[in-house]
């Protein structure tokens, strides 16, 4: 199972929008409604911040928003805080579980 | 507090064994799928393996399938990975995380596993 592609960094101002994009195939992303994205700051331990492609778990804020389109899943970041910048990676179901290789995001 | 605290990470030859033991505490363990999740040195998250709240049904990476065991014991609150024939390729941070609707929702804070001669 081939990992998901996700654009090596992104980056964007305070306050901005960013979105990151996770594109798998028919076989993964476009098959299931059940993409995962996840936050990773350094040396710290993952979080969850969207599953089902665009439910938030309790906690985490609404200036994160995901969405899907054919083989692409995409997360939202608005008004960017400096504390946003950290990896980012997409996950999706694809019969086993396949991770996408990670976005570093810049707030400048 | 829900938490899951791993360990049994170290130094292994290429070849040898260990085995990971992750502690979950503050939510009701046998409730829930459970996996492991792992990050090489400057790389991203891999999935490795996940477990059905009984044990009934387990589930691996193609690369570990046949080296690695996943299970539980749902008395002690604990999750284990049985890390056999290691090869330098496992060299990671291994995460346990509770599985729920297919994500990854609560994370420990990971052990290191190093295979290298």
């Known amino acids: 199972q081939s990992a998901l592609t996700q654009p090596a960094s992104v980056s964007g101002s305070p306050g901005q929008s960013i979105t990151i994009s996770c594109t798998g195939t028919s076989s993964d992303v476009g098959s299931y409604n059940l993409v995962s994205w996840y936050q990773q700051h350094p040396g710290k331990a993952p979080k969850l911040m969207i599953y089902?492609?665009?439910k938030r778990p309790s906690g985490v804020s609404n200036r994160f928003s995901g969405s899907k389109s054919g083989n692409t899943a995409s997360l939202t970041i608005s008004g960017l805080q400096a504390e946003d910048e950290a990896d980012y990676y997409c996950?999706?179901?694809?019969?086993?579980?396949?991770f996408g290789g990670g976005t570093k995001l810049t707030v400048l | 507090e829900v938490q899951l605290v791993e360990s049994g990470g170290g130094l292994v030859q290429p070849g040898g064994s260990l085995r990971l033991s992750c502690a979950a505490s503050g939510f009701t363990f046998s409730s829930y799928w459970m996996s492991w999740v792992r990050q090489a040195p400057g790389k991203g998250l891999e999935w490795v393996a996940n477990i059905k709240q009984d044990g009934s049904e387990k589930y691996y990476v193609d690369s570990v399938k046949g080296r690695f065991t996943i299970s539980r014991d749902n008395a002690k609150n604990s999750l284990y990975l049985q890390m056999n024939s290691l090869r330098a390729e496992d060299t990671a941070v291994y995460y346990c995380a509770r599985f729920i609707r297919e994500a990854f929702d609560i994370w420990g804070q990971g052990t290191m596993v190093t295979v290298s001669s």
């Open positions: 996950c999706s179901y694809a019969g086993s579980r396949v």
């Open positions: 089902e492609v665009s």
